[in-house]
């Protein structure tokens, strides 16, 4: 379907971020935050296919 939502899921622990995308949606270099792992990837994501650029460690 054209116009029904996704989750974009962590491509390390492949638990749900909070993020939600349509399948004709692009990203180019998008900080994608895990709850889970506490890790920001910066990603590319083209047609529910995602592509990992960086992964780097959530420091507070």
Known sequence: MLFEK??????ICN?????Q???NTVLRN?????????????VDVEKL???I???EKQTF
């Not at 638990?15 to 993020?19: I, L, P, Q």
Request: charge should be positive; aromatic fraction near 18%; charged fraction near 20%.
């Open 49 to 51: 296919e995602i592509i």
């Open 15 to 19: 638990g749900k971020t909070r993020v």
């Open 21 to 23: 995308v349509f399948y």
């Open 30 to 42: 998008f900080p994608l935050f895990c709850p889970k792992c506490k890790l920001t990837h910066i």
């Open 6 to 11: 996704y989750w974009i899921k962590c491509p």
């Open 53 to 55: 650029k960086n992964s």
